[in-house]
């Protein structure tokens, strides 16, 4: 019997975390021992502010949209590194989606969701944030490579960009299911975290600490970057024509992926910030965790300003976009064009016409008064033969 106990007790257990997954007493549980209850976010539907980031939430949904076509039908896009822009792109989109989900579940739907619910809507949030972070360290390692290097016109390695993207969301799941699977405080209240109430404090300072470590890792890329490059700049003039545009297109990209990263930190730094605090402190310690939306409003607003920030930065983006959202007017201007080249043709035609016909006219008489006097010399020069 003393040999069947372990045995005895592990499916009690299991049976008691699946009950605790399915059961929305729990949430209610959680919420009111962190004191997010007293907040009167959680009655009634939504609220403005909640409105407002639906709405944001949609046009970064368009904007990444607009932007992962614009790749598609652009050739000149068709090249490693904007496949791994292209997977930052459908990071942000897809990070809208989860935002869009996690509001449209958050104020008093929160209490009729299930452990495993709330899971899912806030493991959305922390999958396309790690795969926004570990995209941008996947173009750093890229741009290192061609440029730290002066591989200006390295072959096209898809296998290595495709690597890449796999490695970025496989690990991005990985964080993401993480308290799902168990790192959680289910069983235990004192070590739940007060803006996420069923998050551990370990997973949270573990998930921060991990995303600041591949950002501080990024800056250091970019800095070996561009002291590589400052340091080889009479190699750089001396290339020839080709090969120096190339390089200067290369050199273009990375300042625009630099922009993205600093403004990634400027919109995720003060969240980063604000879960650190949440891990050092006693729950409910400080009533600023308790206004966590306008910190996530914040870190929202940088899959909003990334498709915008390619667009300004790179010429055939924008072109290429411009094109897709006016398409009729860009039809009609190119046949207003075309019109005037012709006419401007026609024009010229004419012209030239003209003028060659005033040439034809003048030269007539010129030409038989010169005749005329060489004819005569030859009948007077005749009899001296």
């Not at 045995?7 to 997010?36: C, D, Q, R």
């Not at 400027?266 to 969240?271: D, E, R």
Request: aromatic letters at 10%; a positive charge; charged letters at 15%.
């Amino acid at each position: 019997c003393q040999i069947m106990e372990p045995g005895a007790e592990e499916p009690s257990w299991l049976m008691k975390v699946f009950k605790e997954y399915h059961n929305s007493s729990v949430i209610l549980l959680h919420y009111n021992y962190t004191g997010k209850l007293q907040n009167n976010k959680y009655k009634g539907g939504l609220k403005a502010e909640a409105i407002v980031f639906l709405i944001i939430c949609v046009m970064i949904i368009l904007e990444n949209l607009m932007v992962l076509i614009a790749i598609w039908k652009n050739k000149k896009f068709h090249s490693p590194m904007y496949y791994l822009l292209g997977n930052l792109t459908l990071s942000d989109l897809l990070a809208g989606v989860a935002y869009a989900v996690n509001i449209t579940l958050s104020g008093a739907n929160t209490l009729k969701l299930t452990p495993a619910s709330w899971f899912v809507r806030e493991g959305g949030v922390f999958i396309t944030l790690a795969a926004s972070v570990l995209s941008l360290l996947a173009i750093a390692i890229e741009r290192h490579i061609t440029m730290a290097h002066l591989k200006l016109n390295p072959r096209d390695n898809k296998g290595r960009m495709l690597w890449f993207i796999g490695a970025t969301w496989l690990v991005s799941m990985l964080l993401g299911i993480l308290p799902i699977m168990g790192w959680n405080c289910l069983l235990s209240l004192p070590e739940c975290s007060t803006v996420l109430p069923l998050y551990s404090k370990n997973y949270i300072l573990f998930s921060v600490t991990v995303f600041l470590i591949i950002l501080v890792s990024i800056a250091a890329l970019y800095v070996r970057i561009y002291s590589g490059v400052r340091s080889n700049t009479q190699a750089l003039k001396m290339l020839r024509g080709s090969m120096l545009k190339k390089s200067q297109k290369n050199m273009a990209l990375l300042k625009t992926v630099t922009i993205v990263l600093g403004v990634f930190m400027a919109c995720w730094l003060p969240l980063f910030i604000l879960l650190l605090v949440d891990v050092a402190c006693e729950v409910g310690a400080y009533k600023f965790l308790y206004k966590a939306d306008y910190f996530l409003g914040l870190a929202m607003l940088n899959s909003l300003l990334n498709p915008i920030i390619y667009t300004l930065t790179n010429k055939d983006m924008k072109r290429t976009v411009w094109k897709l959202l006016c398409p009729y007017f860009l039809v009609h201007k190119n046949r207003k064009n075309r019109r005037f080249r012709i006419r401007a043709l026609e024009c010229t035609a004419s012209m030239s016409e003209k003028l060659s016909q005033k040439l034809e006219g003048q030269d007539t008489p010129m030409s038989s008064g010169i005749t005329t006097p060489i004819s005569k010399t030859l009948v007077l020069k005749t009899p001296d033969h």
